[in-house]
Structures are given as structure tokens and as C-alpha cells.
């Protein structure tokens, strides 16, 4: 039996670095971790082709008994193109993923078979019964899968080097009740992991492979705290014992600025830069969105602390809770700088499906549409302290001043020149370092205008000057901002037609009403 694992093209985003993947020489930062591991669960006596759009075109011509689909929310219109092209062509598709999981009744006639939830135990089983003929049209496994018993996810059927970082994952689930968040809704409060053997045989995989670098994508990594420990003591001992050949990343909650030895351990296994959803510094907002977790001491110190270990911290950031009035924006923007975090990941608050915040925007009839969409983009509530036309101008002129050349400059300086000692700074550099930096000259010096070239340059000076041997973090920030600030310009010509329909709106509302 042939079977043909589709991950539809990611729609650009903060996330997706765009602009700079040539630079990079790459074609995608990380892969979609989902079909290599479908891929894996599979009987090796399939023939199995991966197929990422975002490195490579789908071939809608290939001969295979299943194609499978996946994809989240964001992935939506694209895996349904891609379904209904394949179902057209005669193919029978199966779809599963976060989408189909919070969304299944929007799949329900668009495909040949539904996968709810995870696909630990359901996807063998359908294997099985259609060998047999007699499948199911939805599965849903009876019960959250047990991850130790998880197959190694078959990552040699990726296109490795097509992709700047791989993805593996150690844990699903996550301790806390975030009103707004799905990961409790997809995955469950109470932390599942894989054995640390498992992983480790994972990341030497990845490294085999020609990895340099390795996404944790769990989106709490510490939810279990003593197991993480653990497994990044193991880390820690193997990147010492092979020359750290690694760079390692992950999502943590901000509650890791409390636990001295768990930074420690984080900076022994390499782990440079680690995402956390702060999500706002106002503490009635942290408050509202049950988020307490962030607040447990400054946020301000709590963020420099973690960037005393070495290790960069990429925030989260939502602004239109109910308890944002009109001044938040000025708000977040003060305390990014002052925090002096390069990179944030800001964007404005989504009620997804089946979450809890959903259910009660649902409630008090302020749900702009059914299905959410791309948080950078687009929020499906009614805010309660400003309205919508202040959400979006306050929103477009936030992100502006976040990736504004000075302001993004300022920030990143302070923290290329306050940050931690890294394990392994100072070690050999390597080739395609030196590949990269040449890369990044050419595209924000040699090959760009004025404003990027001094920006690139004094970055670069400042840090000559102030901590030499930081030289590298310089170089990737100022292709970083490269990515950012192209996508910030894309992002404020969207948000401009977007205040222009909702002004038109507002206007013909008007005029009707009188």
C-alpha cells in the first residue's frame, strides 16, 4: 500500500521568516512534526512519501491508495483546496491534525476519513481496517495515548536539509487553564511525556541527519518539571561529550525564571533561546485570562533573569483583553524595550473553538465570526474597554514601533550586550557560520538601502565594540529584523483595508440608523 502525507504551506507570519530563507539558505525554518510522525506509527511494510508544500510542490498526480492531510486553524482554506484536488483526482483522503480536532464538523463531507485528536493508536487501527476494507469514517482514540510507547518519528523521509532547525517533541499537555488557550482542549492539563531514552535517540537521530540546530515543540516544556530536569541533564552530559554540535530551542512558562538549577540546566544543554507566552504586563489582563503563573514577581526582572543564564527570551504577546483599554499598546511597547527582548511574537486575542474564552465570548454575543483566524492579522471578539477600530489602529501602530529600526536596534543591543554567558561561546567557528554572515552582508548591507545598512552596521559596530564575542548573535539579529520588519510592512497594509472596511462599515451603519 502507497500512502502520500501532505503539510499544507504555512500563510506568512511572524513565525515563518519569509523574507529571509534564502539568506538562510533554506527553504522553511522548522517542519510540521505531525506526518513524520504519522510516518513513524506506520507498518514499515507501506511504501510512505512525506510531502511538505513548504519546501517542495505537492504532486496531485501520484499514484497512492491514501493521502493524508494535516494543519492547523491558519492551514484551513489550504487543506481544503488540497482535499477536495485529491478527492477530485479520485484519491481517498484521510485529514487530522489541530484543525480537524478543534473543527471536525467543518470536515465532515470533505474527506474520506476524520481523525479527532491524537493519532497514537487510531491511525494503526485504520491502517489495519482498510487493508481489510472495513474502515471507519472518524476515529478517536478512547483515551490520551501513553507517549512512551511512541515509535521514533521517521524524520529520513525529510527533506532535512531544506529546513533551518528540525522539531522533535518530549511532552504534550499543559498544568495550566489559560482561558484562551487550546492546548489544554487538544491535549489535557495533566503533562504526557516520552522517556528520556526516546528523545535522546531522537536528537541523535536529527544530528545523523545533518541537524544543527532542534525545536522542542512542546508548548510547555517544564510542565513536568522533575522529567525535564532530567532529560536536559542527559542533554547536557551528550552535547558536552560530542562538541556541542547542537543549538537547542523550546516553549516554557515564565515560571522557569523561579527555578535556579532548571536555568542552569538549560544553559548546560544548550538551549539558546526559549519561547514564553507573557502575553501582557498588565496584571488585571494576566488576571482575566487566568494566567497567574506570570505573576509571580516582576516581569521586567523575571525576563532578565532568564537572559542572565545565556538564553534569549522570544515572548508572546496579546493585546485586546478585556481588560486592555486604549493605553496597552504604549504599555507593551515600554515594557518590551525596558525588558529588551528582541523578538515578539505580538499579535491580538483569538476565542478559539472549544476553548474556554470561546465559550464565553459565545455567551455574551461579542464573537465576531465562528471560526478564528490568524491572530496577526484578524480577532474574532468585540473588545470590551475600546472598540474595534482602537483595537486595530492601536495594534498597527504597536507592531510599527516594535520593529521601528531604532527602537528594535535599542533593545537588542541591550540584551546582545547583558545576556549570559553561553556554554560553548567561543568555540571554533564554524563553516557555515561563516557562510551565514557573509549571507547576511550581502542582504542587509551590500544589496540594501540605506536605512537597513546602517542599521545592520551599527549593530554589528556596537557590538564589535562592546562585547566582541557576541559578534555572531548580532549577525543573526540583523537578519532577524530583516524578516520581521518585511512582514511588519505586509501586515500594515493589511491592517490599513481592514480599518478602512470597518470605518466603512460604521459609516453605512450610521447613516442607515439615521
Not at 510516518?39 to 497512492?64: K, Q, S
Not at 539558546?272 to 504586563?281: D, H, L
Not at 459565545?362 to 465570526?369: D, H, N, Q, Y
Not at 538601502?449 to 565594540?465: D, E, I, M, Y
Request: with cysteine; glycine share 6%.
Amino acid at each position: 500500500m502507497k500512502i502520500y502525507l501532505v503539510t499544507p504551506k504555512n500563510p506568512e507570519s511572524f513565525w515563518t521568516y519569509d523574507h529571509i530563507l534564502p539568506s538562510l539558505g533554506k527553504r522553511c525554518i522548522f517542519p510540521n512534526l505531525s506526518m513524520p510522525t504519522v510516518a513513524g506509527l506506520t507498518p514499515r511494510e507501506h511504501e510512505i512519501a512525506l510531502c511538505d508544500e513548504n519546501v517542495e510542490a505537492i504532486d496531485f498526480d501520484v499514484e497512492a491508495d491514501i493521502v493524508g492531510v494535516t494543519g492547523y486553524i491558519v492551514h484551513k482554506r489550504r487543506m481544503l483546496e488540497i482535499a477536495d484536488e485529491f478527492r477530485r483526482r479520485g484519491r481517498f483522503v484521510v485529514v487530522g491534525g489541530p484543525y480537524a480536532s478543534l473543527c471536525p464538523e467543518e470536515l465532515r463531507g470533505r474527506c474520506d476519513v476524520l481523525f479527532v485528536d491524537e493519532a497514537e493508536e487510531t491511525w494503526p487501527q485504520f491502517i489495519a481496517d482498510f487493508a481489510a476494507g472495513s474502515w471507519h469514517a472518524e476515529y478517536r482514540p478512547v483515551e490520551k495515548p501513553d507517549l512512551t510507547t511512541s515509535p521514533t518519528p521517521r524524520f529520513d523521509l525529510l527533506k532535512v536539509d531544506r529546513y533551518h532547525a528540525m522539531t522533535i517533541q518530549f511532552a504534550r499537555g499543559c498544568p495550566f487553564n489559560c482561558e484562551f488557550c487550546d492546548i489544554i482542549v487538544v491535549y489535557g492539563r495533566r503533562p504526557r511525556v516520552k522517556s528520556i531514552p526516546q528523545v535522546m535517540v531522537e536528537i541523535e537521530e536529527c544530528q545523523r541527519l545533518g541537524a544543527t540546530q532542534i525545536f522542542l515543540v512542546d508548548d510547555n516544556f517544564i510542565g513536568n518539571k522533575k522529567l525535564a530536569k532530567e532529560l536536559l541533564g542527559a542533554i547536557a552530559a551528550w552535547s558536552a561529550a560530542h562538541d556541542h554540535p547542537l543549538y537547542f530551542n523550546t516553549e516554557v512558562s515564565l515560571n522557569v525564571a523561579q527555578d535556579d538549577e532548571l536555568l542552569a540546566l538549560l544553559r548546560d544543554a544548550r538551549f539558546t533561546t526559549i519561547f514564553i507566552g507573557i502575553e501582557s504586563p498588565r496584571k488585571s489582563s494576566l488576571l482575566e485570562t487566568k494566567k497567574t503563573q506570570n505573576m509571580r514577581g516582576d516581569l521586567v526582572e523575571n525576563v532578565r533573569k532568564i537572559q542572565s543564564y545565556g538564553i534569549q527570551v522570544q515572548a508572546g504577546m496579546i493585546v485586546g483583553f478585556d481588560n486592555d483599554d486604549p493605553s496597552i499598546f504604549a504599555e507593551q511597547l515600554r515594557f518590551i524595550q525596558e525588558a529588551r527582548i528582541p523578538v515578539s511574537m505580538t499579535g491580538m486575542l483569538q476565542a478559539l473553538p472549544k476553548t474556554p474564552l470561546h465559550e464565553r465570548m459565545a455567551k455574551e454575543g461579542r464573537l465576531v465570526a465562528e471560526s478564528a483566524g490568524d491572530q496577526f492579522i484578524f480577532s474574532n471578539i468585540l473588545p470590551k474597554a475600546m472598540s474595534r477600530i482602537e483595537l486595530y489602529k492601536g495594534y498597527r501602530e504597536l507592531i510599527a514601533d516594535l520593529y521601528d529600526f531604532r527602537n528594535f536596534r535599542a533593545r537588542t543591543l541591550e540584551f546582545i550586550v547583558n545576556r549570559g554567558r553561553q556554554v560553548g561561546e567561543g568555540l571554533k567557528v564554524r563553516r557555515q557560520e561563516l557562510r551565514l554572515a557573509a549571507r547576511v552582508l550581502r542582504d542587509t548591507v551590500v544589496a540594501a538601502g540605506p536605512r537597513r545598512a546602517w542599521f545592520t552596521l551599527s549593530l554589528l559596530g556596537a557590538t564589535l565594540w562592546k562585547r566582541p564575542a557576541a559578534l555572531p548573535d548580532a549577525f543573526a539579529f540583523a537578519i532577524v529584523h530583516k524578516a520581521l520588519y518585511e512582514y511588519m510592512r505586509a501586515l500594515d497594509r493589511h491592517l490599513a483595508r481592514v480599518i478602512d472596511e470597518i470605518e466603512a462599515s460604521a459609516a453605512e451603519a450610521l447613516a442607515l440608523a439615521t
